[in-house]
């Protein structure tokens, strides 16, 4: 796999067609395994995506006592082997992200599995083939890179410069454009 | 003859026993691209497969879009015709159903004469269905009583373009320029809910540091986003528009040299719009002087600008105004008819383009020729095959047609892709004139609040049950395949209007056996047009990633970008608009001292008949709810999840209640897309703009009243 899943939050709009898109993956069984929230939507509609990020070493596995997760040569973490789960749900209070869920109905946990069959291929999983607004994305390495700089950059533009006031918002400190 | 489309090099999924089958959505405007997976073994739908290289959306879906195979196979539809027997609906045979349709049809013009029969047609089907209606109306039924849904959805943006350019085509410039645009004015349209996959050119926009501004009462998940949210008050368009034309003209922003070249109207535009200072339309919108003025400067110094607008600004009894001014905004900037510039409409049903150039408005004809001009009446009957002298005359519009029912007029109706027992404003009076009918019959897949009040309903397929073509919201002519077979007893659309044409004698004049003789027959008909379509064919849309019209023959290469040159008025300017403010047609009183407004969510489609049938979206947003600040559930005393009831002059109702602080404080917002006891439009005013007759779903007068748990209203 020579591609990599890019988040930004700012972009997510809510629709939640990850959601619906996640249950279409062939593996799924028709069940989702990523979330989208509000962060407040009192005070605003600004909503996120989140998603397992398939830790190098991940404590979902980590805690099993089954050794029944397991992570593919390139590094995609996989739900609980069927076999071998045994439903002690240790694994979905491991995840300091709380990602992986659990079916009480089938005793066994499931969780984001990359769409493996398409993205070990290449194929972007179903969540970022159809986020509308870019907010998830599959990607190469490179083009991660380069839209990291210009995230930076992009606060250069004129109309979006930072104040005095704001700067570090924009700016990481080690930059020192706004230094005096 | 190979369903499965893809460009070279391009990677999709493909699974050992499935055929993909290369399609579009089935719902709004911008006809995302899609493949359908289907077993080859079993021929049923398996699910969908992202269309990555469909130029316009890159194989990106919304939830609706995901979902949209469910409605294919779902336990809902509609098997058998059905006969409503006293007072209750029966299955029955196809041949009974066509014959109950004879006999009323033929009873009721024999008594009443031909436009005793009506027609009420929509625009969330093909091109062929749509052409067809009209010819069916006209040549079969030979009623002027036809009208469409698109009264309801399109038909402001259309009065406005057709006013100002002369000719009505949603999108000046092709979607795919928006990513080089510098800024975008966006007015009335929750972009990121309605047509979710625009957002991706955007934010493409916005990374080579392009504007956003956002006019809208509620910061929506597109005015989130934006440089500048003009949240001015619902109905309050023309002055907001009008006060930016003041701005722009006297900061110096005018492209003189175009508005010279190609506008009239200037200098009545320019006096007009003196009187809107900062200040004073500051107070007509509600909006503060300084983000109107901020708002001027990001526009004005754009260098290419797009200026869109939809639902928000138009469905209002100045909805054609509206578009009108705000079209004048980008005409003022000399921006329309080139690269990565323009206006643009927002289409909300799936060929809310299409279907309104083909002849189902009341006054229109194949074309977007006009059924008064004696030429098109001649070229038009003859295509048909009728005598020039047997063309109805002009009819009435969507709304309209239930005041004629009400007084008489129109006997019976027959709906086809249509739920104007949602969709229309002040439903009560709808449900009432549809019950006064002495016959309806419904076309539907699913049984909708429509189809309830029907005596004979007839399965109709779903999208990906037949062949076409839609127009996308750019103006694209697009193709949709069939999947699978008709399901159940199932016909498509044109084939029931085929077998209804042969019971009531008249099957020569629909000697089609596929779609595609009636895409031929209806490109001669275009021919010579302002649609011109003359120069698509089926072939040319595989190739050419769809063909933009006008189109007027088979080695044009089509129009992406509109007005180039001139426009398609009879001196070839656009007409500058001067419009003076005027209030809605129903302003806050001491009764009701709220405005109310409508709208949608991401999870359904318009009168929700579909949607509201999926699980997943269902499971979203269930039930509608009334969204509000909590400066002003406060004042009612009203707290987060409570339920109240909203009453404006025309009815009431109860929902949930949604606080939230990204909303304007003097306004309720409730969605629209269910029916009966939860459908808004018992509430919404029913006064239409004077040109598109467009009714104002977006601003009526209300008041609220929090209810108390022992009366004890819940949806649960």
Not at chain 2, 485 to 491: A, G, M, V
Not at chain 2, 519 to 542: M, P, Q
């Amino acid at each position: 796999m020579n591609k990599i899943m890019y988040l930004e939050f700012e972009r997510c709009i809510g629709c939640r067609a990850c959601l619906a898109a996640c249950r279409e993956c062939g593996d799924h069984e028709g069940t989702e395994r990523n979330y989208v929230d509000y962060v407040d939507f009192m005070e605003s509609r600004q909503t996120f995506p989140m998603m397992c990020m398939h830790c190098k070493d991940p404590a979902c596995a980590r805690v099993c006592p089954a050794n029944a997760i397991q992570i593919t040569e390139e590094g995609v973490v996989l739900s609980a082997s069927e076999e071998k789960c045994i439903g002690c749900r240790n694994c979905t209070f491991g995840c300091p992200f709380g990602i992986p869920k659990f079916d009480f109905d089938q005793n066994k946990m499931y969780k984001c599995d990359m769409c493996y069959d398409r993205s070990k291929h290449d194929i972007a999983p179903m969540c970022a083939s159809v986020c509308p607004s870019d907010a998830i994305r599959f990607i190469d390495y490179d083009e991660m890179q380069t839209l990291r700089r210009r995230r930076t950059q992009l606060n250069l533009v004129e109309g979006r410069k930072p104040s005095e006031q704001d700067k570090w918002q924009y700016v990481p400190e080690f930059f020192g454009v706004y230094t005096d | 003859m190979s369903d499965y489309v893809v460009k070279e090099g391009t990677k999709n999924l493909q699974r050992a026993g499935e055929k993909l089958i290369t399609t579009h959505c089935s719902y709004c405007g911008m006809q995302c691209g899609m493949h359908i997976r289907v077993s080859e073994k079993t021929g049923k739908i398996k699910g969908v497969e992202p269309r990555y290289d469909w130029p316009v959306t890159l194989g990106k879906l919304c939830p609706k879009g995901v979902t949209a195979y469910q409605q294919i196979d779902h336990p809902d539809r509609i098997k058998r015709p059905l006969i409503k027997k006293n007072g209750a609906f029966v299955e029955s045979s196809w041949e009974e159903a066509l014959h109950v349709i004879k006999d009323n049809v033929t009873r009721l013009q024999q008594e009443s004469g031909p436009d005793a029969m009506s027609v009420f047609g929509g625009v969330s089907m093909t091109n062929e269905k749509c052409y067809l209606v009209g010819k069916y109306a006209r040549a079969v039924l030979g009623t002027r009583f036809i009208d469409y849904n698109g009264r309801f959805c399109m038909s402001s943006a259309a009065g406005g373009f057709l006013k100002t350019f002369g000719m009505d085509r949603g999108s000046t410039l092709p979607w795919t320029e928006l990513e080089h645009s510098d800024c975008f004015l966006m007015a009335g349209s929750n972009t990121a809910e309605c047509h979710p996959t625009s957002i991706q050119m955007f934010w493409k926009a916005r990374d080579r540091g392009a504007s956003m501004i956002v006019i809208d009462p509620r910061e929506t998940p597109t005015a989130r986003i934006a440089d500048v949210h003009l949240d001015l008050l619902p109905g309050t368009d023309s002055a907001l528009a009008n006060g930016l034309l003041h701005l722009i003209i006297k900061e110096g922003y005018v492209d003189e040299a175009y508005v010279e070249e190609r506008c009239a109207n200037f200098e009545e535009l320019k006096a007009q719009t003196a009187l809107f200072t900062p200040a004073y339309t500051s107070k007509i919108t509600g909006v503060s002087e300084e983000k109107i003025i901020r708002a001027a400067h990001l526009y004005g110094r754009a260098q290419k600008s797009v200026v869109m607008f939809a639902r928000g600004a138009e469905q209002q009894s100045k909805g054609v105004d509206n578009v009108t001014l705000y079209s004048a905004l980008a005409l003022l900037r000399g921006q329309i008819g080139k690269f990565a510039s323009g206006v643009a409409t927002f289409t909300g049903q799936g060929n809310g383009q299409g279907g309104r150039e083909h002849g189902q408005k009341s006054d229109l004809l194949p074309g977007y020729r006009k059924i008064t001009d004696p030429e098109a009446v001649k070229h038009i009957s003859g295509v048909w095959g009728i005598e020039p002298e047997a063309m109805p005359k002009p009819g009435v519009s969507a709304f309209e047609m239930f005041d004629e029912i009400q007084n008489g007029a129109i006997r019976g109706m027959h709906v086809i892709c249509s739920n104007p027992a949602v969709s229309a404003p002040n439903v009560e009076y709808v449900w009432d004139s549809l019950k006064k009918l002495d016959f309806l019959v419904v076309n539907d897949f699913f049984l909708s609040e429509t189809a309830e009040f029907a005596d004979v309903v007839l399965p109709a397929v779903s999208w990906a049950e037949d062949e076409g073509t839609t127009t996308n919201l750019e103006g694209r002519v697009i193709r949709i395949r069939k999947a699978v077979e008709p399901l159940h007893e199932s016909k498509p659309d044109w084939q029931i209007l085929k077998e209804i044409a042969q019971v009531l004698g008249k099957g020569y004049l629909f000697p089609y056996e596929k779609a595609e003789d009636i895409f031929n027959e209806f490109r001669l008909a275009t021919k010579g047009g302002k649609a011109d379509y003359y120069g698509i064919t089926y072939e040319r849309i595989d190739r050419e990633n769809g063909v933009f019209w006008p189109c007027p023959s088979l080695d044009h290469p089509g129009t992406p970008t509109v007005f180039k040159g001139r426009f398609e008025t009879p001196d070839g300017k656009a007409v500058l608009p001067s419009v003076p403010w005027q209030e809605p047609g129903e302003v806050p009183s001491e009764e009701f001292p709220l405005r109310l407004t409508t709208g949608r969510v991401v999870y359904h489609y318009l009168s929700g008949n579909q949607t509201r049938r999926i699980d997943f979206l269902r499971d979203q947003c269930p039930y509608p709810y009334v969204e509000m600040h909590p400066a002003l559930a406060s004042r009612y005393g009203i707290q987060d999840k409570e339920m109240a009831e909203i009453t404006t002059p025309r009815s009431s109702m109860t929902v949930e209640v949604k606080l939230t602080k990204a909303t304007r404080e003097d306004i309720l917002f409730i969605p629209y897309h269910w029916g009966k006891e939860l459908s808004v439009n018992k509430l919404t005013n029913a006064c239409l703009d004077p040109t598109s007759r467009m009714p104002e779903f977006k601003v009526c007068a209300a008041k609220i009243r929090r209810i108390t748990k022992k009366e004890g209203v819940s949806h649960e």
